[in-house]
């Protein structure tokens, strides 16, 4: 990464995607010094928030969520100015977030986070007994796309600050003042809580440049594109001190639809697809961008009409929407694609129409990298012909995925047989396979697993969301014959 | 990391560390085709390896235990030759890699290294069922000072065979002809054992260097030196695919002598540390370099007389006796140090005496940089003077360590109540505190853990030594909604 610009030291400023339009002022950027400043203050009260109990730093989560709770309307409201994704959408990603917030309360509660392992002496081995600790303060760098679940008070934030480590977070460019406000209720609600100076927040390129080489921090949790993404690796990386780097980079989603599926729930299957791959138009990781299906007119009749029915939107910011528009013109003018449908129209500058090509099977594979490259927003490729062991070589070949789909009719045998090989496939090259759904739409549960090889994830043994989030934070440390008086309570 | 010299293409020559002389003919370099070949056809094994059952893998782990057991003296006078560690310890580390071994078979039959989470679904959540699959093929990088625990068979091997990966070896260029010969081993017990073939090796800068940037390898095991580590890792992290580098580069391993042990048991205290500074000729990872005392006359007399009673011995290679002078000569020529004692002179043109140094408190905190770096081989700075809480101060401030040490009078309320911060401190900046014994000596057990912050392990979450190795080659993947008879038998 080349060091910042002036340009990149400017002001934040946000955007009403409806209108490319300034939501309110800028956000000034916050200078390196200051970002110094702010991070060794929460490293110097690491050490107490780390000793804070499991039930106090739970309670302190708790306030978190709360008070967002308390001002979901507000947020919802401020957030649809500068994302244009609907108070439906945000009022729910608010009730997400703050559900996380609890999940990591009740993870503290259970205990388990801390691996306890205890084994007495014996056999000439001395007495060990192991668990973990917070690895100090954590940067968080926030998503576009998630103004709430993925930003200031998202799971990177839930989980570190429930691993006992501070947290800084760098808001994302695309909705500054959403994550101004929010940072304000954090703030507020961890110090009435009683919680030491935990929690920071700063604005612009170069402070994120600046936060991941502050000698404080101990690692960094990031969700956005694969070039950005990567930038920050390799500085984590150089630092004199390397410092680990969990990223969730992208991912092409495919969907590998059988043929028992296609006969027998053709347009249940097309209103899915359109409505998964047109949700928060198309601005998700785990957008299904890639579908494979059997030559079945029929299906490809209802995808027609499901795609031709979506409504598009607004994207989240002029560079978001340049590259849709770039991605579908380069589609569009590709000799072996077929245009099978567009749905309406956004309104807008920014506004982004779903569109969905066809493309023969042969010719998909004459030019994997061209057609199985991510691409956000409501855009899709639809892959027909090839039997389903082609599809699931298609899947293994290919980069990491966060998710592979798998629709099949549970009831036909050769659809049950046909799935092996694409579950297989799945289960080497994805973090999670989805059978009969759609990608979309993330339980955040205690077995959930959000990850998968590179890109999905430059740290594969690791989820960003879902209860074992937390692991990131969190490093053992064994004690070797060490007295009752001298352990930590857990060990005792 | 800069390309490979012709030099770094050159066959690789064992000595006689106690004559200097060639141990029998080179072993040719492995060319970076061959190393793509093996590679290759190891990373073509590895679906079979991982759906190899865990006791078939359980099974060959414990048959390649039981050959390189039935070939003990061979391998231990064979490393003699190439390292001059003697055959008691030799024959002791050989059954220590085997029982390595057998600890990771008793991993497989237990099962829980899968981390299985079944979750029903409910509440709208969908079911979810979630384990751990292995990586793929896995590159491991063999230690100097350990020719079997961390070698070619030693604990990343069996963790990552364990794990269901593939393995190839770099193979240590100290001791070649050990390599060889405990590779043809593990070769022909794994065939025996019916495994698919999920084992090479490789000799040579230049191969290790192909090793890293072959495509197939999805994770690297590496025990040595900071600087070479650090390349390593570099180059995992700029591959077109980066993979994770799980390195343990150096460490040095402060031990704090509080008051009360030091008047209680002085003279334990010198012989103890006196044997742990000495043991495999100063050549381990945990050696106890840095060790802060109390002014106590008689402590720094026992000192003087356990270390002058102690025995050199000839040194690794060339390379690590030269960098053992040049640190002696540095810390004899420092004005602050003064020579403790030095041992009993070794033989031949790389014997390393012992030698210990003394320095006060004060003139340590003047240039801590200087007294606290890492030095391989039988040498060891004593800081004496400042109490307890200043030494809990040092252990805190500097690098990560593998290990930190307190001796206390347990009886003694004063030396346990000054136990506390230093603990703490260890706590925060090691992976392993131990309690009134010594760093060496490391159990291979469950509850282990060997590692800690940046540089004793480029991946503080990780251990290299131990049950939980194994985590290190595998990741989770999730299943959603998945019919039963398409999910693997360890989610049924």
Partial sequence: MSRPTLEEHAPVQGYDPRTGEPVGAPVPATRPDEVGRVCDELAAAAARWAQTSDERRARALEAVADLLDAHVDELAALADSETALGLPRLTGEVARTTGQLRLFAEVLRDGGYRDVVIEPAGQGRPDLRRTRRPTGLVAVFAASNFPFAFSVAGG??????????????????????????????????????????????????????????????????????????????????????????????????????LPGAARRRGEELALGYATSLTQGVGQFCTNPGLMFVPEDEALLAALTEAVAASTGGPMLSRRMHAAYRAAVTELRAHPHTRLLAEGRPADGPWGATPAVFAVAAADFDAATEFFAQERFGPVGVVVTGGGPQEAADRVARGEGKLTVTVQLDVDDPDDVAAARPVVHAASLRAGRLVVNGWPTGLAVTRAQHHGGPYPASTSPAHTSVGAAAIDRWTVPVVYQDCPVELLPDALR
């Fill in 156 to 257: 990177d934030t839930a989980s570190a600050l429930a691993a006992g480590c501070p947290v800084v977070v760098k808001a994302h460019e695309a909705h500054p003042r959403t994550s101004v406000r929010t940072a304000e209720l954090v703030t507020r609600a961890l110090a009435e809580a009683g919680a030491p100076p935990v929690f920071g927040i700063v604005h612009g390129f170069a402070a994120g440049v600046a936060l991941v080489e502050h000698p404080g921090v101990t690692g960094v949790g990031f969700t956005g594109s694969t070039r950005g993404g990567l930038a920050l690796a390799r500085l984590c990386g150089a630092r004199p001190v390397p410092i680990p780097f969990y990223g969730e980079l992208g991912s092409v989603n495919p969907v590998v639809v």
